[in-house]
């Protein structure tokens, strides 16, 4: 079955400290990777997204991901947090060829950031 | 205005309300989307157009009735709604597939919709 697997509900950093957001998926074929960020009462932004090529990928905002193919993961990084950062980050995968436009998406993960 | 745009951003209602919930794109995309957000949930694929025709329904109920008249613009009419229907409902846009996968979705900031 496809599914995105973010482990973390809700994770509480300082502010400057560094961040890591896991996901993992289940697609069957390498699909294409994604990562959005929610802030409150606001539709979904998009930090970044893996198509092919080098497996670390930069996004907006000072964020990265890296693609582990053998872990089927897509972890998203931030070296140093700052407050409004504080969010709703979600992972999503999609395929990659065909005319599908289903994405599946993780539950997320709630970002608290301490001043 | 940029990107994907909804109205309204707030809707109460009662169960034998009718209402509609607009969305518009302006980035020239050929698709469009209506998500359902609910807490604890995955996102929701509700519906999905693509140049006008409706190429996804997954399994909504009736009471949902999307309607999408040009490639710039998405409605989702509401009628008797139920109170587990209370959910931000979002619309999305994107160009393609083609041939190499799925594009990345823009989103609009969403209708916070409470069933009453």
């Known amino acids: 079955a496809q599914s995105v697997t973010q482990p973390d509900i809700h994770i509480t950093v300082s502010e400057g400290a560094s961040l890591e957001l896991r996901c993992n998926y289940s697609?069957?074929?390498?699909?294409?990777l994604f990562w959005y960020v929610q802030s409150p009462g606001q539709g979904l932004q998009l930090l970044l997204k893996y198509f092919s090529g080098d497996t670390l990928v930069q996004g907006i905002k000072g964020f990265e991901a890296e693609f582990k193919r053998s872990q089927s993961s897509f972890n998203l990084r931030k070296p140093s947090v700052h407050w409004s950062d504080a969010a709703e980050y979600f992972c999503?995968?999609?395929?990659?060829?065909?005319?599908?436009?289903?994405?599946?998406w993780g539950l997320g993960t709630s970002l608290a950031v301490n001043p | 205005e940029t990107g994907v745009t909804q109205t309204p951003r707030h809707l109460v209602m009662g169960m034998t309300n009718k209402k509609s919930l607009k969305c518009e794109q302006h980035?020239?995309?050929?698709?469009m989307y209506w998500y359902k957000q609910s807490a604890k949930k995955p996102l929701e694929l509700m519906f999905v157009?693509?140049?006008?025709?409706?190429?996804e329904n997954n399994s909504v109920p009736s009471r949902f009735s999307p309607e999408c008249p040009n490639s710039s613009h998405l409605f989702l009419h509401l009628h008797t709604l139920q109170p587990e229907d209370s959910a931000l409902y979002l619309c999305?846009?994107?160009?393609?597939?083609?041939?190499?996968?799925?594009?990345?979705?823009?989103f609009g900031p969403g209708t916070r919709l409470t069933v009453l």
């Open positions: 157009y693509s140049l006008e025709e409706r190429v």
């Open positions: 980035l020239g995309h050929n698709a």
């Open positions: 999305a846009s994107s160009q393609g597939p083609g041939t190499r996968g799925i594009n990345e979705q823009f």
């Open positions: 999503a995968v999609g395929p990659n060829a065909g005319n599908n436009r289903k994405l599946i």
């Open positions: 697609y069957g074929a390498t699909p294409y």
